[in-house]
């Protein structure tokens, strides 16, 4: 069974918005560190934003921050991310991960748990 799952995936103009849905398996996964991350073609797989359940802190990366946002809905086991001012840059890959440590870490190798990705294309 698939730990987590996304969806919401599709294309956006440049300038437009998408929301990613990672669903995760059972309540127990749901309350990990979640993050998503992102790999464009011939790229390495990069840190997006995370969220921790505890405390609801949040990170973003540098190129996200104020353009993007990441939240949870406890209730439905579920994190989203709300991506506007989308930029054809943002092209990629986008990947939900968990990381049962309950650890705000932003390297992919941290994170035991990923979902099989939803692809997100912005054109100009």
């Known amino acids: 069974q698939a730990q987590l799952v996304e969806s919401g995936g599709g294309l956006a103009q440049a300038g437009g918005s998408l929301r990613l849905s990672c669903a995760a398996a059972?309540?127990?996964?749901?309350?990990?560190?979640m993050a998503w991350f992102r790999q464009a073609p011939g790229k390495e797989r990069d840190f997006v934003a995370l969220s921790l359940w505890s405390s609801g802190i949040t990170q973003y990366a540098d190129s996200v921050k104020g353009r993007f946002a990441i939240s949870r809905d406890n209730a439905k086991n579920t994190v989203y991310l709300q991506m506007n001012s989308l930029k054809p840059e943002d092209t990629a890959i986008y990947y939900c991960?968990?990381?049962?440590?309950?650890?705000?870490?932003?390297?992919?190798?941290?994170?035991?748990?990923w979902g099989r990705g939803t692809q997100v294309t912005v054109s100009s």
């Open positions: 059972t309540r127990t996964v749901s309350t990990y560190t």
């Open positions: 991960a968990a990381d049962s440590q309950r650890r705000s870490l932003t390297a992919p190798r941290n994170y035991d748990y």
